[in-house]
């Protein structure tokens, strides 16, 4: 392809669609979403039944601590070498696909698949890469991944980079250009999904409308220093940061087998497959990401973050009145948990002024290195958030809404948010698996 997108930390991939395009069986949500709900996974191994799945691709994070843990990552590979030769895939495809996504909740999100240079992406703090992370990266949490994609026939993306792009110069025109033909997939999706249409965008002419426009994109987000702000990650930080390990690791085995330089330039390991979302798309919403204590004495962490935080606690009546409470402030958070048979209630009000997720999470960490046996998880969505809390011995933390206004200001000055600040929609409108790629020969 002559078309070029290097300069953009961009490459078009040659991507892998499935012959039968049954959306429903075929496409399942980010694995790490449900990492508590064990039932959801079941649910969808029962709908895609014996027909070819992306389920069979992946490994959902409910299952990372699992015993068998390592037969299900073989499986995977095994699933993997004979999709490829079992003529479950369409022949490759050099192209970007355009999508349209309405999730159940009503809302429709645009999005662009392609595929970025890992050497174009750091996930340190204060990087001025092309893309940059977000969120605070748990070096702990990638080695679990790494052991998934290295070696790995195949990638399936559920990474998510925001673009900065108010004036609708990536996204939003790629959508123009695609549109022009008709859908190389349509259908509704599992669980709770709601639907998704894709198209192709691999006409040459129309892809050097891309580039142009891509380029007012890149001198739009040139900062004064001259470094490039041209995407953030939005989901799937660490698998994004597990690429890069996965192909720094493989590129220095390149290099000490005497690997020519285009060789190492082309290799696919270099590059991951994602979608790239227009942070002011009205189908974006950025959720909080909840958190549950377990193990853990609810009253005594009430009171440990009121004191930490200067916060004034608030008894309130019902799940949604507490709801409410904390979503008409961005400076207040709330509890539920279970105290002698009854659901309590307690809203935080403080004065902070910042993203409040960046004074709470140290006060958390603080809270659960002192206190034996306490552990944390991370939650999408305020009914799986409310379920848990249901359980002996956890507490339930809801925290507000994230603003998206001047976010990469505030990435691009104060480097990463803490770890888990926010997500993009509820825990059914994340990224589902659908498009594939070669990784590993």
């Given amino acids: 392809m002559s078309t070029s997108f290097s300069d953009y930390g961009m490459i078009l991939p040659r991507i892998l669609l499935p012959k039968e395009k049954d959306i429903k069986t075929w496409s399942v949500v980010a694995c790490d979403q449900y990492t508590q709900d ?33 037969e299900r990552i073989e499986k995977i590979r095994t699933s993997m070498k004979e ?24 809302r429709t ?32 949490r990638i080695p679990p991944r790494k052991e998934i994609r290295k070696n790995a026939p195949l990638e399936l993306p559920h990474i998510m980079l925001l673009a900065n792009d108010s004036t609708r110069l990536i996204v939003e025109k790629a959508g123009q250009l695609a549109k022009k033909n008709a859908p190389v997939y349509s259908g509704e999706m599992m669980m709770n999904g709601g639907s998704i249409k894709g198209w192709s965008l691999k006409d040459s002419s129309d892809l050097n409308v891309l580039k142009n426009s891509l380029g007012e994109y890149k001198k739009l987000n040139t900062e004064s ?8 990650v939005g989901d799937g930080n660490h698998s994004l940061a597990t690429a890069k390990a996965v192909w720094d690791e493989y590129r220095a085995e390149l290099e000490k087998s005497g690997a020519s330089k285009e060789e190492i330039e082309n290799s696919s390991v270099r590059y991951a497959l994602v979608e790239i979302v227009n942070i002011y798309d009205e189908g974006l919403t ?3 990401i909840h958190r549950v204590l377990f193990n853990v004495d609810a009253e005594k962490l009430v009171a440990f973050c009121a004191e930490k935080l200067g916060a004034q606690v608030e008894d309130v009546a019902c799940p949604r009145c507490m709801e409410k409470a904390v979503k008409s402030s961005h400076a207040d958070f709330a509890f539920v948990y279970q105290k002698d048979g009854k659901e309590e209630h307690k809203v935080l009000h403080t004065q902070i002024k910042e993203l ?17 046996g306490v552990e944390i998880d991370y939650i999408h969505g305020t009914e799986e958030l409310l379920r848990l809390s249901k359980k002996e011995g956890a507490a339930s933390i809801m925290l507000p809404p994230v603003a998206k ?10 480097g990463p948010l803490p770890r888990k600040s926010f997500s993009m929609g509820e825990a059914d409108e994340k990224r589902f698996y659908l498009e594939c790629r070669r990784l590993f020969d």
């Avoid at 392609?114 to 990266?137: G, Q």
């Avoid at 206004?405 to 104060?414: H, L, R, V, Y």
């Fill in 109 to 140: 999100r645009c999005g662009l698949v392609c595929a970025i240079d890992l050497d174009s992406y750091d996930w340190k703090p204060f990087s001025k890469n092309l893309v940059r992370a977000t969120e605070a990266t748990i070096v702990d």
């Fill in 286 to 288: 950025f959720e909080p």
């Fill in 405 to 414: 206004d001047s976010f990469f200001e505030t990435i691009g000055k104060g």
């Fill in 356 to 372: 409040l997720v960046s004074r709470l999470q140290p006060v958390l960490d603080e809270f659960i290195s002192e206190n034996a």
């Fill in 83 to 106: 999709y490829m030769a079992g003529g479950v895939f369409d022949p490759e495809e050099e192209q970007f696909i355009y999508i349209e996504r309405t999730s159940a909740f009503g």
């Fill in 38 to 70: 064990p039932e959801y996974w079941k649910k969808a191994a029962e709908t895609a039944g014996e027909k070819p799945s992306t389920l069979n691709l992946i490994l959902p994070e409910v299952y990372l601590g699992a015993p068998d843990r390592r």
């Fill in 225 to 232: 220093d001259g470094s490039v702000f041209m995407f953030a």
